[in-house]
C-alpha cells in the first residue's frame, strides 16, 4: 500500500538524523540530537514489522545504547532497566495516495456539514449525550480547526474535528458518536466528509487510537483508512 510523500518523509525525519546504527533483525536505532524533550524516545513500527527507535545523545548515553547492537526487544529492556517508560503504543491511520482524488470527488452523506460556533448548543447537547471516557478519547472540539457533524431527526448525533498536527502538514482527526446511533454509518460519513476537506486545504488526514481501542480502528478502516503502523514516545512521568 502506497501512502504519500507528505507522510513518509515526516516519519522517516526522526530516524533520518544522527547517527544511525544498524541493529539486529528490522530493528535500527538513530541517535538524534534535534529530538525534543519530549520526544527522546520515539519508535515506529510500521505495518511491514519494520521497527525504527531515536533517542537523544543524552538519553543514548544514560541507557548505555551509543555501542553494541540492539533487537528491538533488547532496546525496550534496556529503556525499562534505566527506569524510561513510554507511552502505549498509538495506532496510526491513513488514507492511500490512490483514494485521495476520489475522496475529494465524494459528496458529504446526507445530514453530514461542517459546524461552526453557531452549533454551539447542539454540540453541547451531543457532549452531554456521550461518556466521559469516550470524550476524552475522542478529542472532539468545536473550537478545533475543522469540525464536521451529522445529524438524524434534527440532532447532532456524531461528529469529528481535526487539527494541524505538530507543525506538520497533517491534520489529527477525532471521532465521538453517541451510544445510541452508533452502528449506523455516522463515524464513517464524518470522517470521510473532514478528511476531504483537510485534503482541500492542503492536509493529510492522520488517524490515531490505542491498540486496545478495537472500535476506534475498526472506524478508521470502514471510513477507508489504512494502517501505517504503531508509534510511542516517551512517557512524560519517565525517570
Not at 535500527?28 to 525504527?52: C, F, K, Q, W
Amino acid at each position: 500500500m502506497s501512502f504519500t510523500p507528505t507522510i513518509t518523509r515526516y516519519w522517516q525525519t526522526p530516524f533520518a538524523h544522527g547517527e544511525v546504527l544498524p541493529g539486529e533483525g528490522r530493528f535500527s536505532l538513530t541517535i538524534n540530537a534535534d529530538l525534543g524533550e519530549d520526544r527522546r524516545v520515539t519508535v515506529l513500527t510500521t505495518s511491514d514489522g519494520t521497527v525504527r527507535a531515536a533517542v537523544t545523545p543524552a538519553l543514548a548515553e544514560r541507557a548505555g545504547l551509543a555501542t553494541g547492537t540492539f533487537s528491538a526487544s533488547s532496546f525496550r529492556a534496556r529503556l525499562a532497566e534505566t527506569g524510561i517508560t513510554v507511552h502505549d503504543p498509538d495506532n496510526l491511520f491513513y488514507f492511500p495516495e490512490s483514494e485521495h482524488a476520489a475522496l475529494q470527488r465524494e459528496a458529504a452523506a446526507d445530514g453530514v456539514r461542517r459546524l461552526t460556533a453557531s452549533d454551539g448548543a447542539a454540540f453541547a447537547a451531543f457532549e452531554a449525550a456521550a461518556p466521559e471516557a469516550d470524550r476524552d478519547d475522542a478529542f472532539v472540539e468545536l473550537d478545533h480547526w475543522a469540525v464536521v457533524g451529522a445529524f438524524a431527526a434534527g440532532r447532532l448525533v456524531s461528529a469529528a474535528s481535526a487539527y494541524p498536527w505538530r507543525d506538520a502538514p497533517v491534520a489529527d482527526i477525532g471521532v465521538l458518536t453517541v451510544p445510541d446511533s452508533r452502528g449506523r454509518g455516522h463515524a464513517r460519513a464524518v470522517v470521510r466528509a473532514l478528511s476531504a476537506y483537510a485534503l482541500g486545504e492542503g492536509y493529510e488526514p492522520q488517524y490515531r487510537c490505542q491498540l486496545d481501542n478495537v472500535a476506534s480502528a475498526a472506524t478508521a478502516r470502514r471510513a477507508g483508512l489504512t494502517l501505517f503502523g504503531t508509534w510511542e514516545v516517551v512517557s512524560p512521568d519517565s525517570a
